[in-house]
């Protein structure tokens, strides 16, 4: 296929750009093989994060893959750029034919899984995923459609959900060899120099693009996460470095990179899923990423020597193939509660990963290197007549399995039931401030209140339960709930939740004093580590709540809890009995929450305290705790009740309602 330049002919100021046009090689830049060394560090902890195998923050190698793309792909079409014979149509024919290939086998083989392991929503989300996909837009519907949150949906739900960053890359690809064509087509035009006016563009884009995510993450975090705009300087970071000259110092080499690998290194041990990412908290691993490129250029580096080793290396050219297949293989194995149902052992998670690494290096071997290389599909023509006859036949059997509902024939009635949980989604109350209206239980109660409900969204669960009782009992209760924030007074707050405790905390004080309300029912999941010092903050509250609003505390315990979708788990158990994943008896709850129950412990004789465990309330016959029965799931996810569950509860709350219900004195 002949070549279509675009624009098609630049012109060249002789005058400004004579010495650079001179310097540029018409030959491809060189290989550096510490950069396959660099992409094996990222794609491994990119794969140990997902597996779960150690705690680090591994999904800042998607950050490090951003830097790599944007230095390795304006290294290799700078030139021709700055010679004015870059063919725009050739560059996307190269990178369909690197990327689509693989990409269409593993968007075939998530299909397969889905189509063996998945519920119906589940598997219409793949295939909607999967369509967004074949224009690499997917990180658009992610971020469109995703519910995130306690209530959200768990990623194990999308096993093409890691496709995220591709799409944006492809998007990277789209934006940026056209803005560097445009950029030196201007400089030409203008007589200055490209190089100098290109490195300004990027510098300002960088500042641009870093400015606008950090803002944007406070307001619109997933928004910032999931696009190209507040995350474009990752790629330019990468992108300035090839405009900086090397460094001909060895010493200097070797404490750029050294200072590089340590801005790499300590967010990966130190950041965690509840740091804000990426804005600020992304520079370090990027710019630590950029640095560690630009050190490494040279053979007498020992950061580069390491990362130019052959397992290194070896690891380096597959990561492609093992980023695309190792979520769907893992997403799997997590939706199935294979994770539940060997108890959290890592042999099992070990052999998946031989599976990973073995399907990737089929991958790499028969479709990703011989297509690439033109072993077959040596033609442009022949590439995309094959592209686009695949794209056609995948994109009808997605239509269709979209059409189809996800094909719920695949699964029995039962089965479907307990996939399909009762909640009250209009319960779901997130107060932020004491301006806020704050809701009744029952809504739109005239009733003058006579208890508070505070608590997160564990809290959210019971108010409607609590509020069918109300209406039947004449009475009215607040609701003060949010979710991921415990309802605790906390000293010296050092952030972790989605707002500060002590502000709900106040306003759950303040509406006592002010209307005279006397009751407070209090709770929440009460999974808060030991380090957080949680019976002094429970002792804390209770105290507060009585010796300032002279309350009636009544606290909640915590229902039940498991590592796996209860709804999912109770219809893939329908289909295969044998495959246990919830089983719990009483004494293993407790364990759950030794913290809590000694804690309670000590307040057991406070006046004016009472204490609901709602554990006594989901005991079989057998000694083990109940997830649901007859086709009706007790929960929503792994620890969220649903309406069956909550109505489990309901002697407990009628009795307490009772209780609040009394004129004060009795």
Known sequence: MPAIRWPPKIPVNKNCVRDEMNDMSTKPPSYRSEIDGLRAFAVLVVIIFHANLLPIAGFIGVDVFFVISGFVVTRSIANSVFRGDFSIVQFFLRRLRRLYPALL???????????????????????????????????????????????????EEKPTLHLWSLAMEEQFYIAWPTALVCIVYTANKLRISPKRLVFIAILLGFCYSLGYGCRELHYRPFYTFYTLRPRAWEFVAGALFVFIPPISKSPVRNMISTLGAFMIIWPLLTYTSRTPFPGANAISPCVG??????????????????????????TGRLSYSLYLWHWPLLATYFYVGAEAAFHKS????????????????????????????????????????????????????????????????RWPSRALAYAQPNVDHQFQVECRTSSAPIPTIPKSSKERPSYILWGDSHAMTLAPILGEIA??????????????????????????????????????????????????????????SKSQDFDRHLLRTVHRLQQECSAVVWIVGPVPQYDVAIPRALAIQEVFPSWKTMEQTPLQHQHRFHEFYSAVEKLKRSPNFHILDPQPYFVNADGFLLTGLEGVSYYSDPHHLAQPGARRLLPAFENMLLTVKLPRGH
Request: glycine share 8%; charged share 15%.
């Open 105 to 155: 086998a593993t968007m075939t083989g998530s299909t397969l899984l889905g189509f063996l392991f998945f519920l119906p929503k589940e598997a219409i989300g793949l295939a909607k995923a999967n369509l967004s996909q074949l224009v690499f837009a997917s990180n658009i519907y992610f971020w469109k459609t995703g519910s995130f949150g306690y209530f959200g949906d768990p990623p």
């Open 289 to 314: 990423t950029a640095l560690l490129i630009w050190g490494c250029d040279g053979t007498d580096n020992w950061i580069g020597n390491v990362l130019r080793s052959k397992a290194c290396v070896h």
């Open 346 to 409: 890592w042999l099992p998670k070990l052999l998946l990963l031989v599976v990973i690494f073995a399907v990737s290096t089929v991958s790499f071997y028969v479709l990703e290197e011989p297509i690439r290389k033109r072993r077959y599909l040596s033609s442009d023509r022949q590439l995309l007549s094959v592209l686009l006859v695949s794209i056609t036949l995948l994109a009808l059997v997605w239509g269709h399995m979209v059409a189809g509902k996800g094909y719920p024939w």
């Open 471 to 528: 209406s039947r009992l004449k009475c009215t209760g607040l609701q003060i709930t949010r979710s991921d924030t415990p309802p605790l007074f906390i000293d010296n707050y050092q952030g972790g939740y989605s707002q500060d405790p002590n502000i709900l905390g106040e306003v759950v004080a303040s509406q006592m004093k002010k209307t005279g309300i006397r009751h407070v029912i209090i709770h929440s999941r009460w999974t808060i």
